[in-house]
């Protein structure tokens, strides 16, 4: 069964500094990988995917994440963050022969210091 | 509508009450997902529809749970006899469908409390 780990559960940088959220997925075959971003109230958004190709994939709001097999890791990066990026960002695994149904980490909430 | 809307957004029982909580997909999409966003479990899949086929209800937690999904589109989550251990806000998401690269598009949640 697949699974994903965020260690941290709590980060806070200050605003222009850069960010690196860390991803741990635990699956057999070549996963599929996700970031998504809630902020408070609101749904979930799609940052990013990864399916196959170029490991360095870039998403929306100027956020970014490498995938390295060799780590079994998916880390969000942004290097320069923005008050408006507070927020809880998830990692999810995916596989096509479980329906596409995401296995989500257990999240990270991101505090940024004015 | 061009996102997926859940109703209610709150909703408050009482132990022992059955409710039923309400996704309206995006229109076209034949994937349709629920998952539970709970304090201490994170995120978990509870049941996927795709088009006509068998639901998977592999993330279904207990009996109590249920789904169902008409023509297609609407679909409807059902608790019976809730406990206090089922206080979550729950999610509807829907795809496209035919294509893992597709992404699923959540909707805004249901907050369930239980007391």
């Known amino acids: 069964a697949q699974s994903v780990t965020q260690p941290d559960i709590h980060i806070t940088v200050s605003e222009g500094a850069s960010l690196e959220l860390r991803c741990n997925y635990s699956y057999g075959a070549t996963p599929y990988l996700f970031w998504y971003v809630q902020s408070p109230g609101q749904g979930l958004q799609l940052l990013l995917k990864y399916f196959s190709g170029d490991t360095l994939v870039q998403g929306i709001k100027g956020f970014e994440a490498e995938f390295k097999r060799s780590q079994s890791s998916f880390n969000l990066r942004k290097p320069s963050v923005h008050w408006s990026d507070a927020a809880e960002y998830f990692c999810?695994?995916?596989?096509?022969?479980?329906?596409?149904?995401?296995?989500f980490g257990t999240g990270t909430r991101l505090a940024v210091r004015p | 509508g061009a996102g997926v809307s859940q109703s209610p957004s709150n909703k408050v029982t009482e132990k022992g009450k059955d409710v039923e909580l309400r996704c309206d997909p995006i229109s076209g999409h034949t994937a349709l997902y629920w998952y539970r966003q709970s304090l201490g479990q994170g995120l978990e899949f509870l049941i996927y529809f795709q088009g006509n086929s068998a639901p998977d209800k592999s993330g279904l937690p207990s009996d109590r749970f249920s789904a169902e999904r008409t023509g297609g589109s609407v679909s409807t989550l059902t608790i019976q006899r809730t406990q206090q251990e089922d206080s979550a806000v729950y999610l509807c998401a829907s795809k496209i469908g035919g294509g893992s690269y597709n992404e699923q598009f959540f909707g805004p949640g249901t907050r369930l409390t239980v007391l």
């Open positions: 999810a695994v995916g596989a096509k022969s479980s329906g596409d149904k995401l296995t």
